[in-house]
DNA sequence: CCGCATATTATGGGATACCATAATATCAGC
DNA sequence: GCTGATATTATGGTATCCCATAATATGCGG
């Protein structure tokens, strides 16, 4: 139920204090303004954010919840590190639940779909040739939202999104890499080719060697930051 | 690292009081003690948990980041409820993680991870035998968790372990629909088979079959439930 | 200078209070 | 009986306070 299925529909007119502050603490864990491992002392988001404990104490509950704050016994909360081993895991999830939705738009042959990828993949390239990689970042998320919401995949979004989140930094560092400007978009346009083809099975191959691709270049990465106590 | 890794470690003795009261709400959500839609007045649940504000509102935002709480706008909290349509998507969503677990371990070729599969799937088939359903629901989740934890996959356990509960209340009915207690155990034992024989292949998809068939029952089940309001 | 004991501070756990506003109840007029 | 106005209650939003304990700082003796 959206606003057009309600057009009558009152809409709140602000949000509340914890929804705004929920906000920005996710938005600064996301883009490392606190980084992981960094602890999170009540008392100092207070001053930062310009709220209560109480406000504070129930954004880390939620923050937690979502995998992005872990909380120490007797140390409280820090911001959660993502081992490799998880950020593998998440590159994992994402392929298959990526790949599922682009199947479904290629099941789908809606023109309209095309049409929006082929636009945002256009605002990708723009900004790669910009250098604008924050909305490099964020137009790349947009991509992967119209995937999951046109084949009516708001669940496994929630998921895909969430779970994304934890390897921000990794994704910050995998588009910078020499020629991902290059093969980030030409794997997106494959994707986008497959789906106005009607082809799932192909659809759903070319999302997993996006997200193969990036998962191999955060490995690379990880494991130069690695390199002394890695054999 | 765990227990057995560093068994010098000092446990600690308790809980907080806020992890305490958040099972048991947890618990009471995914058992229909509090049943969806309904409302939970922060006040009420003080007083039944036997605890602070502070506490309840903690609570409240942990569960509804999980999915399992909705906040309604100037009318507080309930008990979310999970659409037809989502709990399609959660069954789906559970389908691809549980294969790739299962076609995980069947590449792992542990003859102990069989071992314990085939003892939790005794343990099912007993408590089917006695009727016990409660059990049945905790030891399939047993099973599912060994094939995810075997194969090193804790990020997506904790994605289906969290999906799931909010599916728990259509997991209840559909064990309990006729010969569920023999189609059940056979299409996990025909998971446990494809494991022994190392066919990671018939593993994904066997593992695919046990959802989708709960899917079906579920669907059809909700679709009885809609009866006078579906055509 | 180091180790141990003691003092002090930092900080999370948890409770309580107050306010504003939405929801609900009540009443009066037609 | 219905509608509109008003009063009352319920309840979420938010702030502040206190306590206990872990962490850290400090001092003293050998």
């Not at 880390?60 to 993502?82: F, Y």
Request: hydrophobic share 40%; proline share 4%.
């Amino acid at each position: 139920m959206s606003v057009s299925d309600q057009p009558m529909r009152v809409l709140r007119p602000e949000k509340t204090l914890r929804e705004l502050a929920l906000e920005k603490m996710r938005d600064a864990i996301v883009n490392m303004h606190f980084r992981a491992g960094e602890r999170l002392v009540e008392r100092d988001l207070c001053d930062q954010l310009g709220v209560s404990r109480t406000i504070v104490r129930e954004v880390l509950r939620h923050l937690e919840s979502e995998g992005l704050v872990a909380i120490q016994p007797n140390r409280g909360p820090i911001v959660a590190e993502t081992t490799p081993e998880e950020a593998r895991q998440i590159y994992e999830i994402r392929g298959v639940l990526e790949g599922i939705a682009a199947k479904a738009c290629a099941a789908q042959k809606d023109p309209r779909v095309v049409a929006e990828l082929e636009r945002i993949l256009g605002g990708i390239r723009a900004s790669y040739a910009a250098n604008e990689l924050p909305a490099v970042l964020s137009a790349t998320t947009d991509f992967y939202r119209t995937l999951f919401e046109n084949s009516g995949r708001h669940v496994a979004w929630g998921i895909v999104n969430s779970i994304t989140a934890r390897i921000n930094h990794l994704r910050s560092m995998t588009i910078k890499t020499p020629d991902r400007d290059k093969q980030g978009p030409a794997q997106m346009q494959k994707i986008i080719d497959a789906i106005k083809a009607g082809d799932g099975q192909a659809a759903y191959e070319a999302a997993n060697v996006h997200v193969k691709n990036a998962a191999t270049i955060a490995e690379a990465l990880l494991a130069e930051q690695q390199g002394p106590r890695s054999g």
